[in-house]
């Protein structure tokens, strides 16, 4: 069982969340915590960082992993969720878009190796961007 939490720039971690339990039909639970980060919030970053380090050592006391979704690699947020990148069962995954999120949500409870959850969020993910255009000229 893991957790899922959303370091990204404004709302886009409520957005993608709301969206997904949308779609989904349900609700977030206490598995899914959002961290939102915009320039206004720099002087801060420390207390944002050690914000989500708490919360993070509270899923671990909870025998929980933790997924850190970010949107930009190398932005402010995901700078800050790299942090936690070496520790043990956490996982960072910048470029996050909704098919990842969905795919995070429906396999929570499933009982996988984590890198197997987080290989099938990151294929989710990259196998939902595509170019119309580039899909009708291959079928021609």
């Known amino acids: 069982m893991y957790s899922c939490f959303f370091v990204t720039h404004g709302e886009l971690g409520e957005m993608l969340v709301s969206t997904a339990n949308m ?62 990148s070496k520790r043990a069962n956490v996982d960072v995954l910048a470029g996050v878009n909704l098919p990842m999120v969905l795919s995070a949500f429906e396999r929570r409870d499933r009982d996988e190796p984590f890198e197997k959850t987080i290989s099938a969020i990151l294929k989710s993910g990259k196998g939902n961007i595509v170019s119309a255009k580039q899909l009708m000229e291959k079928d021609l």
Do not use: C, H, W
């Not at 598995?31 to 919360?55: G, H, T």
């Not at 909870?62 to 690699?73: A, C, G, M, N, Q």
């Open 23 to 84: 779609i989904l039909k349900e609700d977030a639970d206490d598995r899914v915590k959002i961290f939102s980060v915009d320039y206004s919030m720099l002087p801060d970053m420390q207390k944002i960082q050690k914000n989500v380090e708490i919360a993070i050592d509270l899923e671990i006391k909870k025998s929980r992993k933790v997924i850190l979704f970010t949107d930009i690699f190398g932005g402010s947020p995901s700078n800050l969720a790299f942090t936690f």
